[in-house]
T-cell receptor, first 111, second 111 residues
């Protein structure tokens, strides 16, 4: 069966520090991969999605970037975090024409 | 894009009553729609989906209705239970890619 792993679960980082969140998927090949952000009490904002290795689409211009170095690995990064980067970050995967499955999320607090 | 700047609307229902959660989607080309349930601190979980060639689909205690004419999606939950309390999101996609989420609705089940 397919599983998605996202880590860490919580993270507290100072302003100006770098960020790297990792997401991996098991049990499937060539998935669509997504990074979403959710501010407290609000909806899901699509940040990046990828349909293949090295193929990244950015939905919202911001302080973040994404990379897909391997088929089932999706990384969310920042060189210098801002206070406004705080939030709940969710990784998801989907097959072609199928529902998206979410990881358990990373709660990032920038202080 | 997503309504990131809006606070979640809340729907309060009595335990045992039926709940109806509504969602307006934006892209007339969307052909696949999903309802997700998100509990506090967790990633969204799949509830039910529907494709654009259907206008109704039923699951266990849940029914999704799709009105493509007015770009409207609804989720009906029968005999609402305390465990149904959560935030519910609709998501739209084209060919199962690039899922875009609605702003979400918080369902509160009253005893």
């Amino acid at each position: 069966s397919q599983t998605i792993h996202q880590w860490p679960a919580t993270l507290v980082q100072p302003v100006g520090s770098p960020l790297s969140l990792e997401c991996t998927v098991e049990g499937t090949s060539n998935p669509n991969l997504y990074w979403y952000r959710q501010a407290a009490g609000r909806g899901l904002q699509l940040l990046f999605y990828s349909v293949g290795i090295g193929q990244i689409s950015s939905e919202v211009p911001q302080n973040l970037s994404a990379s897909r170095p391997q088929d089932r690995q999706f990384i969310l990064s920042s060189k210098k975090l801002l206070l406004s980067d705080s939030g709940f970050y969710l990784c998801a995967w989907s097959g072609r024409g199928e529902e998206a499955f979410f990881g358990q999320g990373t709660r990032l607090t920038v202080v | 894009g997503e309504s990131v700047g809006l606070h979640l609307p809340t729907l309060s229902v009595q335990e045992g009553d039926n709940s109806i959660i509504n969602c307006a989607y934006s892209n007339s080309a969307s052909d696949y729609f999903i309802w997700y349930k998100q509990e506090s601190g967790k990633g969204p979980q799949f509830i039910i989906d529907i494709r654009s060639n259907m206008d109704k689909r039923q699951g266990q205690r849940v029914t999704v209705l799709l009105n493509k004419t007015v770009k409207h999606l609804s989720l009906q939950i029968a005999a609402t239970q305390p465990g149904d309390s959560a935030v519910y999101f609709c998501a739209e996609s084209v060919y199962g890619q690039n899922f875009v989420f609605g702003p979400g609705t918080r369902l509160s089940v009253l005893p």
